[in-house]
């Protein structure tokens, strides 16, 4: 996704709260979350989802694909 954009992937700790990743965002500004639960064997659920699901006013979906293990891009509503 940000291959050729110079920006840095960042990675949630996996017991976030939906208010940590909310801290988290807001700091460094994110413009887009990838959540692909489902993608590979024995990874573990994204905890982006829980953000998605607390601040449903903040996201859009930019990209749904994957056929039958889902991949969502959202565009992410900065505040202020």
Do not use: C, H
Request: no cysteine; glycine share 10%.
């Amino acid at each position: 996704m940000f291959w050729l954009t110079g920006r840095t992937a960042l990675a949630p700790p996996e017991g976030a709260t939906a208010r940590e990743i909310a801290t988290i965002v807001d700091r460094e500004r994110v413009p887009f979350l990838l959540i692909d639960d489902g993608r590979f064997a024995l990874a573990p659920k994204s905890p982006l989802g829980r953000f998605v699901q607390a601040y449903p006013d903040r996201v859009q979906p930019a990209y749904v694909g994957g056929g039958d293990r889902p991949v969502i891009v959202y565009r992410v509503r900065n505040p202020g």
